[in-house]
């Protein structure tokens, strides 16, 4: 009888720390100081891409030969960061990993923001939005067909379907929570909103078993996902004869680099909610042990592909060597070294357990793996594009304020729908946690 109280103690302790969360928010003054930031970031998105569609994508700095730049460097970026949260949630509960529990919404919530960011830059680009289902392969009166073998088409496919996979899993992962909301909310528009999003959800076995089954059917399926659509990215670059590019390892490193960029956002949300929000006894040190050995397992994984790089140039010489002599210190050598620098120089702190629970060093750690992950990816697109391969026809890149400016403001694109999720969504799953918390007691009882 004891046991069955101190488990109905913490299930309301649970409750009351994420389903209750959105009803009484206990951080409102800060909420809306971190609100109106973003909303100022979604203003310069919007003043960006009205200058960009006014005047053309001309007010960017691309030009001959980089006629590359900030627009796919952020496009991957994005990607990139968007792929840990379902890695964290689909991988790990296929594995049987409870501990995902405290991570797997907002890591979930923060890869659908990221995709969005990245979805838009392509629509951008074009410069007339207004034509953007051109870029769908799609059967047309015209009989204008994509080029099928070209990676831009799978792009289309990869990036759509992992948004609307990534949805659906995400949805139906905290379905049962916004019941939970339903059924505790006092107010009139939560008792509706919440009624609404639940979708009549009402507990009962039959639900809880179709959800279990469609839940782990959808992980499955966006696991692979994970790996093609960064895979396929990575054929945009490793399909055409450019020094630097033409490579076999593009492939696994560009996913991994995408896991490694996306783990370290994850740990400076989970730190930031965990500091701003009564989530201490849900998001644990443990839980920051776990994200450092992610972080420092995907870093090592992504510093092999750049020894690879380094041996594919020196095996292939040429103009790939040349690349890489430019790359180590030539104009933009700035943009290798600094990868290199952040991206594994600090990492290596993660060798110690203490310093992987200190918040404040895990933090430090990922921000500037997230940096290091962006200027990789500014030297893989710039140093192999602004030396073509006549002298001739040598260029020079710099980004413009706009191409700054654009980039800016999507954070507030991501920002402000993700602060959305945290002032009026449970942000760790309830029914999950519960569910772990009752294993255990089974286990040690």
Known sequence: MADSQDLRREYRAVERETVELPLAFPATRG?????????????????????????????WG?????????????????????HAGTLISALLLIADRNWRNSLNRFAEAMTLCAVVCA???????????WFFYWMAPYFNSMHVWPQFKSPLSWDFFAVLTYLLVSLLFWYLGILPDLASARDRATSRGYQVFFGLVSLGWRGQA??????????????????????????????LFA?????????????????????????AVVAMI?????????????????????????????????????????????????????????????????????AVILNFVPLQLLWSRAMRRNPWVLFAISLSVAIGMWMERFMLVVTSLYRDWLVSSYGHYTPSFWDWALYAGMGGVFLVPFLLFVRFLPVISAAETKEEEHDEAAEHG
Not at 240 to 251: A, Q
Request: aromatic share 16%; proline share 6%; hydrophobic share 55%.
């Open 62 to 82: 691309n030009s001959i030969p980089v006629n590359w730049g900030m627009p796919i460097i952020n496009y991957v970026w994005f990607l990139g960061i968007g």
């Open 119 to 129: 979805g838009l830059y392509p629509i951008i680009h074009l410069g007339r939005p």
């Open 239 to 263: 399909a055409g004869p450019i020094p630097g590019w033409n490579s076999t390892v593009f492939p696994p490193y560009f996913v991994l680099g995408a896991a490694f960029s996306g783990f």
């Open 270 to 338: 989970a730190i930031g909610m965990r500091a701003a929000l009564p989530l201490k006894a849900l998001v644990t040190p443990w839980h920051l042990d776990m994200l450092g050995l992610a972080l420092l397992a995907t870093g090592l994984m992504t510093a092999y592909g750049y020894f690879s790089e380094v041996f594919d140039a020196l095996y292939a010489g040429g103009e790939e060597l040349a690349t890489l002599g430019d790359r180590l210190h030539g104009q933009y050598a700035w943009s290798y070294w600094g």
């Open 206 to 235: 039959s639900h809880w078993a179709r959800w279990r089954q469609v839940y782990a059917i959808t992980a499955a399926i966006a696991v692979p996902l994970v790996v093609s659509v960064h895979s396929e990215i990575s054929l």
């Open 31 to 59: 909420w809306w100081l971190c609100f109106s930031g973003a909303l100022g970031l979604l203003a310069l998105w919007f003043v960006s891409v009205s200058v960009v569609f006014a005047r053309g994508v001309g007010v």
